[in-house]
């Protein structure tokens, strides 16, 4: 039995781990209008969304708003208000053991069988409706990682839409880890060797390439490194019907 975690780093990453409250509420729409419907719509739904904030949102409206909204779709879903539990390549780490002991201690219980898959997804991006299944049908093997490399990249307020052939590793990857290894933290760390960022992951792991054109990356103007007309751009997109297409295995309409 595989625990399926996809995680969503909030606030708590980088150098400007919150930009504020106005910063906040534009993200969570994105995240309501895009991230979310994307994995209400995988064909399976065996999936916790782990949902990550630093602890000063806790007990901010927004956040609060945010909790209600999931529960009223009952959305399978987990907060933790530790930040980012696994390493931040922008910053110092000297507090990623503290980070990811209490982010574990909350979500422990929901970790059922032998094996968790760790996904990540940013809160401004979305998944082919396929996406958790093909992941889940991969079988566990020790410091595998599993992970998409060409997707797409759309541009929100104009809805261009272009391929996204990243040439190293874009932030879409899933480890594997023992159940034991992934809810001890000493074990959990060690597990990473010397993996830090999503670029180097391929150097590190026992990496699988999974299918293309299974993601998308958004952009919009709270994008802090990922614009439109970025060097990794690939072919765009003209045609309405085949953007429509395209976009329909991601959300609904």
Sequence with gaps: MITHFICTIFTGRGINPFRGDEWFKERIRIFKKYTIPSLQNQTNQNFTHWICFRAEEENNPITKELEKYLKKLNYNFVFTFNGQPFWDDKVPNNTLKERLTKSLETIKELVRGDYVYFTVLDSDDMFHKEVVDEIQKQSFEYRRVLYYKTGF????????????????????YTIMFSKDVFLDTEKHLEYYGSFTTHED???????TQLSDFKYVCLVHPNNISTNWGHSFMGEEIYYENQKREILKNFIKL
């Design 201 to 207: 992951i391929i150097k590190v792991f026992d990496c």
């Design 153 to 172: 990249i759309w541009h929100e307020q104009s809805g261009r839409l272009a391929v996204w052939p990243h040439p190293t590793c874009p932030p879409y």
